[in-house]
């Protein structure tokens, strides 16, 4: 009996210290972080947080399609090198349905529920910058795409910058430069007249003065400047303003919804600028369908295009149309190199130590598939851009002229 008591209680000790040891092993798991490189079983997760419902919809189903073919190409090729161990990396993605408070929670769901190590994040400042503050405050590595540079540097210019997060995308002052510089390039005959109007994004009061700077540098004459609500869809009185101030050329800002509306409103007012610019929600191919003739002649930004001369965008257009039978986005090529750059830190670190990550991201200097990505000290880079236009259902470059360019539409049809 006394042997079997020893027995019993040696037995009792060696489970208790099991199951310490495999409860430590659990919690180190759910922390989302590992300084060893090992994120369990030889998998890793990356979170995406993407807005698939609400009118930001149509860039989230780009940003799902892009990232899942980068991480599945990895995977095929045997995993991502992390330490010398090839591992499987894992998304999970969440819908933040274009509101912030959600693109918030769902950062912190991605850390701490999913095991997330970094953070893929959502398009434009409405969201993104949201979704980048929830992973500065979990100490998460976080990259997104599809966020102005401007709006991103200014949520945390007060406290002493981004530490864990990286933004792509674009500067104000470029974008407005080349909105007011091609038609003076391309000699389109115009009175130089021009009116804006910006919705009340946190795009708006970066966009709205530096349309404005940049039409003055170039020679124009800004006869109106207006704000418009984002989620505004009735323009009647905006209509009415614009052909009041007689302007040739018409430049908005505001998502693909908004434009939509403003378009077919426009044409049922019987109102045609010479020169229509519409930045940002005009990017979608949901516009161009949507709008169908209507959008023929207008013009838009452009940071991506399978036609530009960078590694892989041609194949990476090519196979999203065979792939899904829809045109390729100009936010497309942004968010594949996105999913490429972050694992690329991950293997650098060797690991899914934090800090690692970031210092590996930090150090990113390459020509992706959307042109050259290196970070400054804000842990921004600027893209490269040129002009587009959508001609028969198809975005295409007409600024600055040459190889690849297309006749630009002069006057609006």
Partial sequence: MRRFKHTFAVGLAVLLLLSVMLGGAVLAAGCGSDSGGDSGGGEIVIG?????????????????????????????????DVGGEKMTVKTVLLDNKSDPNVASSNVDTLINKEGAVAILGPIVPTVGNAAALS???????????GNPIEPFVA??????GWKYAFNFFVLAPPVAENAYKFPVDLDMKTNMKTFISVDNSPDGPVFGPAAKAAAEANGWEVVGMETHPGAQTEFNSLISKMKESGADYVYVLGD??????????????GYEPKILYFQRGAQLQEFADAAGDLANGITLEAYWLPTMPYPGASE???????DTGKKAGQILGPE????????QAISKAGGTEPQAIVDALA???????????????????????????????????????????????????
């Fill in 48 to 80: 995406v947080d993407a807005s698939m419902s609400g009118p930001l919809a149509g860039f989230g189903a780009y940003e799902k399609w892009a990232i899942e073919k980068a991480v599945a190409e990895v995977n095929a090729a045997g995993g991502l």
């Fill in 155 to 160: 949520v945390k210019a007060d406290s002493g």
């Fill in 363 to 413: 150090a990113t200097d390459d020509t992706f598939v959307c042109g050259p990505v290196k970070f400054d000290e804000n842990h921004t880079s600027a893209l490269n851009l040129v002009v587009a236009q959508w001609q028969d259902g198809t975005s295409q470059q007409i600024w600055p002229e040459g190889e690849g360019a297309f006749p630009a539409i002069f006057p609006m049809p």
């Fill in 316 to 322: 990476l257009g090519a196979a999203y149309e065979a």
């Fill in 135 to 145: 992973a500065e405050k979990n100490g998460i590595p976080y990259l997104e795409t």
């Fill in 336 to 343: 594949y190199a996105a999913a490429q750059i972050m694992m």
């Fill in 256 to 269: 693909t919804p908004t434009f939509i509306a403003l378009r077919k409103q426009m044409d049922a007012a």
